[in-house]
DNA sequence: TATGAATGAGCGTTCATTCAT
DNA sequence: CATGAATGAACGCTCATTCAT
């Protein structure tokens, strides 16, 4: 009885996948379709079980409370917004796969696209939710601070070291390349998504931007 | 017992100064205190009038429904947030009171700031409220895609003309601007407020990497 | 519209009468029945109520929790199973009110039936939740083991000099005195209240076989 | 697996031992303990297949109700509180094995003590919840009130025939036998458990009164 | 104008019980 | 025989809102 061709994919299955019930991934899909239209304090349980045609006690056999629903929801997307490429592709970096910034910039800003579309309302729940939730708060800090923080300025020092940036703190660096393509993913996918956005042009764009900004002179 | 020194200024009164009791204050500054701390839909009215120091129904008083209290808190900022250095600024610009773009980039930003940070509590909480209530997203459209949007495109057409600025379609080189200095203030204030920042560096820089990216080569 | 003649005495009040509002009159009510009929773990606030003739909200208003609604009722029924004749009694021994020990267990017995007998609900309560509810077991401890026993003790001890009672330690008088009529008013009042008693004479007869163990041969 | 040096021993098998399965032992006695701890209606059927480390369903195979698993540890504890010792002693009594009432009554409390201390919880149980459920209070007064008694009256009339007791009504005799006995039983072990009891010596008075109360003088 | 008692719908959660495996 | 996922009614409690005072 347990159909595997499901919206909800192996990323919230903990790793393995087929984990997740056939009722328990209606519940997950559901719920990230409330807590991303109406925010996760005002979406009920009792909605979030009509949607997915189950009984609301289901939802508290897989799932403590509400916010235990939220968290097996949201980590692991956190997790993956953030790491794969930054094991995989560090690597790739230093072994010079990616001879210049911008085409190391390139891959990722694709890569990333990619992540976020594919899990677009999860996204939009850990944005929107991140202000009121300590743990969410402090995966975030832990993941983006810390990991992807480090990691990249790691990268920017190896262009520096090869004279392709400009001597700039890596961090400011860092700081200003995130916050630009961030810029643009906030805006495009969470503030203005309905604007008719010209994806390709925009995403050269920025990087040509990011590029006039920190190439070294 | 009517004290005026309060911590709601006249931008919450509506345009014109005084018109909010003293009550009324303790009650918006009540609210806007617990709507930025846990989200508005997780604060309670009983909590708001408690921590104003009033009874329950005088809040029902003042504003129909909690919703009301809300947008009364929220739309005055958001129209200042933009309108006024639109307005004034456009002016200046275009009577040269700034003759090259860095500098009305500069006064600009310096300015937002300061508004930002003055109002900070209830930036957060458009920010964190906006695409959970249509109206919100609807005055935002409306004051940023159209005004801020429209308005700061002549600007830098203006600076374009003067051979200033590269020759990019004006609307993009206004994304760019703004979501560079968006993704600032985004970092700044909303999502990592508490991270040591070294503002005046970081503002510096952010301007130049924007100089870099659309000034004139 | 405030009534008086509630069934709800000034006891439950708080020391002043009047404090209590009809419609918590009629919640207190509501829940001694309720409480004493199918206990205090069976009974749902919603049916209490409903039997009040109010809504559920307003039971929650006046008492934060159902378990301070319990305690609402029991507790002042706890200290004044025990402490008034106490006080005033014991002035009244000493003061040779009561010339014999037979005299003094006379006047407290009917004094205490009286006193089950008006609050025999609330009674019921106390005894049954007494092992469910640390507070209560340290109330009952408090005021039984401590001031009653040790003041009942004294008086013993008055008689046994005047040569009335047997030389047995105090104590042990009192806790034979004590079960003996708790033992009546146990099988009487909780474990067998259908049963026909004629209790006039039981409570007689349970006087002399008290006496007949005790006075001083 | 299966251990049969169990705590639940052949009372509660229904009269032939080795009826219950490993399992259902288990289930019984983890109702044991939490019935008697938190009372029957705040014990959670879920918890208590926890405790016993057993399916939640396996409760249901065994006992059609959680009311019904209330009963079937009650029902044979009650029995054996009163059943034995008269079926069995009321014989010793008149066969002239105790040639005094205080014979008896100490040999019928040193029993009655060892029964009530080696299911104790049971008892509790028992005591607490026969204040809500209409069956325990039939079968008490069944078996108390007629059994009991009714066969302890017959007793007293014996020792009042050989002229060792007080010409009082028999089951007035016994009425103030019982709560004597109870009135101490329950103090010790249902209400105040934790205090310090000289048992010895209560019990040795507890006797002593309660022959000072109806011997024949 | 301000109050706060009152409301009843709705909340997140637990419950005893069922039943397909 | 045993399981534990599933149920949906009921739980204690909170909510935004109303209204008589």
Same mark, same amino acid.
């Given at each position: 009885?347990?159909?595997?061709?499901?919206?909800?994919?192996?990323?919230?299955?903990?790793?393995? $996948?087929?984990?997740?019930?056939?009722?328990?991934?209606?519940? #997950?899909?559901?719920?990230?379709?409330?807590?991303?239209?109406?925010?996760?304090?005002?979406?009920?349980?009792?909605?979030?079980?009509?949607?997915?045609?189950?009984?609301?006690?289901?939802?508290?056999?897989?799932?403590?409370?509400?916010?235990?629903?939220?968290?097996?929801?949201?980590?692991?997307?956190?997790?993956?917004?953030?790491?794969?490429?930054?094991?995989?592709?560090?690597?790739?970096?230093?072994?010079?796969?990616?001879?210049?910034?911008?085409?190391?910039?390139?891959?990722? #800003?694709?890569?990333?696209?990619?992540?976020?579309?594919?899990?677009?309302?999860?996204?939009?729940?850990?944005?929107?939710?991140?202000?009121?939730?300590?743990?969410?708060?402090?995966?975030?800090?832990?993941?983006?601070?810390?990991?992807?923080?480090?990691?990249?300025?790691?990268?920017? $020092?190896?262009?520096?070291?090869?004279?392709?940036?400009?001597?700039?703190?890596?961090?400011?660096?860092?700081?200003?390349?995130?916050? $630009?393509?961030?810029?643009?993913?906030?805006?495009?996918?969470?503030?203005?998504?309905?604007?008719?956005?010209?994806?390709?042009?925009?995403?050269?764009?920025?990087?040509?931007?990011?590029?006039?900004?920190?190439?070294?002179?």
């Amino acid at each position: 009885m347990k159909m595997n061709n499901s919206k909800v994919d192996s990323l919230l299955a903990g790793g393995e $996948s087929g984990e997740l019930t056939d009722k328990q991934k209606r519940i #997950v899909e559901a719920a990230i379709e409330m807590f991303s239209e109406k925010g996760f304090a005002a979406s009920s349980t009792s909605e979030i079980a009509k949607r997915a045609g189950v009984a609301e006690g289901t939802i508290f056999r897989h799932y403590k409370t509400k916010k235990e629903l939220l968290l097996a929801i949201v980590t692991p997307v956190m997790g993956n917004l953030v790491a794969p490429f930054i094991v995989k592709d560090l690597e790739k970096v230093l072994e010079k796969d990616y001879e210049f910034y911008e085409e190391f910039l390139e891959a990722m #800003v694709r890569n990333r696209q990619a992540f976020i579309q594919k899990h677009l309302p999860i996204v939009r729940i850990l944005v929107q939710e991140i202000p009121f939730h300590e743990e969410l708060r402090g995966q975030f800090i832990e993941h983006v601070a810390k990991d992807l923080y480090a990691r990249f300025a790691n990268i920017v $020092s190896h262009f520096q070291e090869k004279g392709e940036l400009v001597q700039m703190p890596p961090t400011s660096v860092v700081r200003l390349t995130i916050s $630009s393509i961030l810029g643009f993913f906030l805006a495009r996918y969470i503030f203005l998504p309905e604007y008719e956005w010209n994806e390709e042009e925009e995403i050269e764009m920025t990087i040509q931007f990011i590029m006039n900004g920190v190439k070294a002179r």
